[in-house]
């Protein structure tokens, strides 16, 4: 049975207050709630109290009242409808039945109609070019993502304003001649100012989001803090980038979908990714073409920049999304998206895998980038230097023997009953050195290791690729300390070496 929205005897709203989700963010027409559809928990899930319309940006999944529904309870539309008529009615028909207060009347909130992109483009240039970038933000380009400094001044990264200055921005770029009303982030403040969308805890860095055609079309922030609700479990490591926009503010305007290209645009072969910085600092290692998406399962935007690159002589488009694309249904939709859309305009298509020690693209060709200059160090040793003596431990897989915490964190390894690495499990894979600094900082010496010990081997090691569960020793002729490899860095542990199986003969593992 088809349903025209007019025809319901309830509102999208009623069916959020059936299902119970938990409401984020309120705007003008529209709330964020969490996806009961893929579990989400960071408000991703829109829903537009005008058109009683639904879309997850996380998951991709939309549609209409009957759709949410029909979705998580798994039952048909017509089902779908007669239990929410049920669950609603108060002893009246069902088509009696009015919107509960709660609701309250919908308050229209003015939007101004969106600008130009060659104006929008103009307004963004200015704007950037009012802005500084902090030290405390270059360095961070500079020693976290490998970028140089010409490289960070060439993609004209900056760091988002003080709340304060924000008026002042909006002012001085008006005055100058510069279009603000329909550019996405301003909007008209409660005072009636003309304003930018930046506030304390959004601070961070701003990303320029560039098209094809060059424009600066869109801005994004890599905050400071990622922002996490009380509510959200601790594997969720929260919202770390947000894209400038203004919707649901008064004279606000949306930032739509855009898709950051750096490269040649008439490259044979266009590799496409998640996130505009980590397409630059590929780009800037590799030189290779990218086109980025603001999100993974965002691909609106692809179908018309396709259309563009199959004209331009693009043959082939390399999907690399992030390697959780084998373990996270959401980034595999949004990988699988990009490759119909490439064969829909006549590109063949391709998945980049790469090292699963590294989950995006940018971490696996800076590591590489840095084992390279590592190998470099590695042939002398300066006075300022000392070879720091190290030795690796694995688990010894060769058996029938599995363990639970096998490439897992030490979380997982100490609820599986293990308070401290089983040595007696363990195989003893190389024993040398890498140089480094004399007053180093073991986290220092343990990073350097990591590298050293991934893709590519020191001559005489007999491993796989350094990873979770992997025990490091650092020693010297005093002195011995061992280190879990985890999650996010070396986690200090116990270690009894000599009850661990001698190194084996033959090459290292693939």
């Known amino acids: 049975m088809d349903y025209k929205a007019t025809d319901f005897p309830f509102t999208i709203m009623d069916v959020a207050s059936l299902l119970r989700l938990n409401i984020r963010r309120r705007g003008a027409g529209h709330i964020y709630v969490d996806c009961p559809i893929c579990g989400d928990r960071r408000g991703k899930m829109n829903l537009n109290l005008t058109k009683n319309v639904w879309r997850c940006n996380y998951c991709g999944e939309g549609g209409g009242m009957l759709a949410l529904y029909a979705k998580v309870y798994r039952i048909s539309n017509s089902d779908a409808y007669k239990e929410i008529c049920d669950a609603l009615q108060t002893g009246n028909a069902a088509s009696a039945y009015s919107t509960p207060s709660l609701v309250g009347p919908k308050k229209e909130v003015p939007q101004a109609e969106r600008a130009s992109e060659q104006e929008i483009h103009r307004t963004f240039t200015a704007m950037m070019s009012a802005l500084s970038l902090t030290p405390a933000h270059r360095e961070h380009l500079r020693s976290k993502r490998g970028l140089t400094d010409a490289q960070i001044d060439q993609y004209g990264f900056k760091s988002t304003p003080p709340p304060q200055y924000c008026r002042t921005l909006a002012r001085q770029l008006a005055e100058l001649g510069y279009r603000i009303q329909g550019v996405p982030g301003f909007y008209i403040d409660d005072y009636g100012k003309w304003t930018v969308k930046f506030h304390r805890r959004t601070s961070g860095i701003l990303i320029p989001v560039r098209s094809v055609e060059g424009l600066l079309c869109g801005l994004q922030t890599r905050l400071d803090k990622p922002i996490r609700d009380k509510d959200d479990p601790p594997e969720k490591s929260g919202i770390k980038y947000l894209t400038l926009s203004s919707t649901g503010k008064n004279m606000g305007t949306t930032s739509k979908c855009p898709v950051h290209f750096v490269g040649d645009p008439c490259s044979r072969v266009v590799y496409v990714t998640e996130g505009a910085l980590k397409a630059d600092i590929v780009h800037a290692l590799t030189g290779r073409s990218f086109a980025a998406m603001i999100g993974a399962n965002n691909t609106a935007g692809l179908d018309e920049l396709f259309a563009f690159l199959r004209k331009n002589g693009t043959e082939e488009i390399i999907e690399a999304e992030d390697m959780d694309k084998y373990s996270n249904d959401m980034v595999s939709k949004g990988a699988s998206k990009v490759c119909q859309l490439a064969v829909k305009h006549g590109m063949t298509c391709r998945r980049l895998v790469w090292n699963p020690n590294y989950k995006g693209i940018d971490d696996?060709?800076?590591?590489?980038?840095?084992?390279?200059?590592?190998?470099?160090?590695?042939?002398?040793?300066?006075?300022?230097?000392?070879?720091?003596?190290?030795?690796?431990?694995?688990?010894?897989?060769?058996g029938i023997k599995t363990y639970p915490f096998a490439f897992r964190s030490i979380e997982v390894m100490r609820k599986a009953g293990y308070q401290q690495p089983p040595a007696e499990d363990y195989r003893l894979v190389y024993d040398g050195g890498i140089p480094c600094a004399k007053d180093a900082e073991p986290k220092d010496v343990l990073e350097r290791i990591f590298i050293r010990c991934n893709d590519t081997f020191p001559e005489g090691y007999r491993g796989h690729s350094l990873s979770m569960s992997d025990v490091v020793e650092l020693y010297d002729e005093k002195n011995r300390s061992y280190f879990y490899c985890d999650q996010s860095g070396f986690a200090p542990v116990q270690f009894s070496s000599e009850l661990a199986k001698p190194m084996p003969e033959g090459d290292h593992d693939a």
């Open 364 to 398: 696996w060709q800076l590591a590489l980038h840095r084992k390279n200059e590592i190998r470099k160090e590695d042939v002398t040793i300066n006075m300022e230097q000392q070879l720091q003596l190290f030795r690796v431990y694995q688990l010894d897989l060769e």
